[in-house]
C-alpha cells in the first residue's frame, strides 16, 4: 500500500492558493501566515518603512518561511506496523517502539528485488572448565 501526503498551503486572507508562509513579531508575539505573493510582497511593503526605522532584537537571524511542499516523509501508525513485522520475520532486530533504522526502511522498500536476509544463528560458544584455582602457601613465620 503506498500513501502520499500532499501538504498545500491557502492564502489566509483570500483563500486561494499561498506561495509562502511568514512569520512575524508585535508586542512580544509571534504570528505566522500563509499569502500568496501577492499578498506577501503587500506585506513586506506595508512593513518596510517601520522595519527600516526599527532595531533589531535578538532571536533568529534566519527568516522562518516555508516554502510550499509536494510531500512529507513520515509514515502512518499502520505501515510501521507492517514494516515491524516484515523485519521481525526477516531476521532484523527492530524494537517494538521508536525509530525504525534506516538500513531497515531501506531492506524494507527494496524486498521484492532481493532475497531475504537471514541471519545464522551464532554457534553457542564451547563451555571449557577451568581447573582449580592453587591456593598459595602460607609463608611460617620467622622466629
Known amino acids: 500500500m503506498a500513501q502520499v501526503t500532499e501538504v498545500r498551503l491557502v492564502d489566509d486572507l483570500d483563500g486561494g492558493e499561498a506561495a ?3 512569520a512575524f513579531g508585535l508586542d512580544g508575539r509571534t504570528f505566522e501566515i500563509d499569502l500568496s505573493e501577492t499578498h506577501a510582497a503587500e506585506l513586506r511593503d506595508v512593513l518596510a518603512p517601520f522595519v527600516g526605522a ?3 532584537a535578538g532571536g533568529s537571524s534566519v527568516p522562518v518561511t516555508r516554502q510550499k ?3 512529507r516523509s513520515s509514515r502512518s501508525r499502520e505501515e510501521t506496523t507492517a514494516i515491524r513485522e516484515w523485519a521481525n520475520a526477516n531476521g532484523h532486530e ?3 517502539r521508536g525509530r525504525i533504522p534506516s538500513s531497515v526502511l531501506e ?3 527494496n524486498r521484492g528485488s532481493a532475497p531475504a536476509r537471514v541471519e545464522e544463528p551464532e554457534p553457542e560458544p564451547e563451555v571449557v ?3 582449580p584455582k592453587r591456593r598459595g602457601r602460607k609463608k611460617a613465620a620467622a622466629a
Do not use: F, H, K, L
Request: charged share 30%; hydrophobic share 35%.
Open 20 to 22: 509562502e508562509s511568514i
Open 54 to 56: 526599527a532595531r533589531r
Open 69 to 71: 511542499s509536494a510531500s
Open 94 to 96: 527492530v524494537s517494538g
Open 107 to 109: 531492506a524494507y522498500e
Open 129 to 131: 572448565a577451568e581447573p
